[in-house]
């Protein structure tokens, strides 16, 4: 796992004020992910919005993994 500013700390934009965002860049983040989603049928058994929960947990733990990486919200 990569050890860069962005994993020390918060890395999902929405969770973050304005300061912390810039204390990211100032630590090394250097990308931002912009995870896309969606809202479709699936089933009785499945929700609508599953694959904004996949993505934002995939988009996630591959931030942490880069490193040097923060999270958008997703765009469903």
Do not use: Y
């Not at 995870?35 to 479709?40: I, N, R, V, Y």
């Amino acid at each position: 796992v990569a050890l860069g500013a962005a994993c020390a700390g918060e890395i999902e934009l929405e969770r973050m004020t304005w300061p912390e965002v810039a204390d990211a860049l100032k630590g090394g983040a250097t990308s931002v992910i912009i995870p896309t989603g969606g809202t479709e049928q699936n089933g009785p058994h499945m929700v609508l919005g599953k694959h904004n929960f996949i993505v934002a947990e995939t988009a996630r733990r591959i931030a942490r993994k880069l490193g040097d990486t923060l999270v958008a919200p997703v765009l469903a």
